[in-house]
């Protein structure tokens, strides 16, 4: 789980911000493991929208017990094995009870099978907004977000350039950050929906 050319005091700043409920820490504690959480997750379920899915959860416990943080000796220990749990422990219920996965239909819920119902009102929310997206953006952005297929997947479908894809998330993301952060407070579940690690 080691990021190289993070600086601990860095880290220790940043977790003391989210230790205090600082919103703009968080989402750079976010940027900086997100792709570390969701690459470990992806060498055990082999499926982007379930690494994806895995990822939010993890990431949601993590600001959920973010008054430990600080009591924390080493976050990137404490973060792997958060990880590895979650990732086992789906895992186990996957395989014990084989259902479709979130992501698989673009038409299902994206969050963890535990937030779904916690958080559906704030889903379907987002729903709307990507509905409200002119229909070129609002294909690229389904296409990323919710069936999980890289720049360079929908570059190739949709017979466009990455740089365009690039631009199209980058503008959408934009417009549903703001939307969703005027429709409802709840900020946290905003910046973990409109993340995707592994573009």
């Known amino acids: ?10 880290i220790a700043g940043i977790l003391r911000l989210v230790a205090a409920g600082d919103e703009r820490a968080f989402a750079r504690l976010l940027r900086l493991y997100g792709d570390t959480v969701f690459s470990q997750a992806m060498a055990f379920v082999k499926s982007v929208p379930h690494a994806e899915e895995l990822t939010q959860d993890i990431f949601m416990r993590v600001w959920r017990n973010r008054e430990q943080l600080v009591k924390i000796e ?3 220990n404490w973060l792997f094995i958060v990880s590895r ?5 789906s895992f186990k219920t996957r395989i ?3 259902l479709p996965i979130a992501g698989d239909d673009p038409h299902t819920d ?3 099978p535990d937030l779904q119902t916690e958080h559906r009102d704030t889903y379907q929310l987002l729903l709307r907004g990507i509905e ?3 229909e070129k953006r609002r294909q690229v952005f389904r296409m990323s977000r919710l069936e999980g297929m890289s720049h360079e997947q929908i570059a190739q479908t949709l017979g466009i350039h990455k740089v ?3 631009q199209y998330i980058v503008k959408s993301l934009s417009f549903l950050k703001s939307y969703l952060e005027e429709h409802t407070g709840d900020t946290i579940l905003v910046i973990l929906l409109l993340c995707k690690s592994g573009s």
């Open 164 to 166: 365009t894809v690039a």
């Open 74 to 76: 080493s976050f990137e």
């Open 110 to 112: 994206m969050l963890t």
């Open 85 to 89: 749990n979650l990732i086992f422990d």
């Open 96 to 98: 014990n009870n084989p």
């Open 132 to 134: 409200q997206l002119p």
């Open 1 to 10: 789980m080691t990021r190289p050319g993070i600086d601990s005091d860095e």
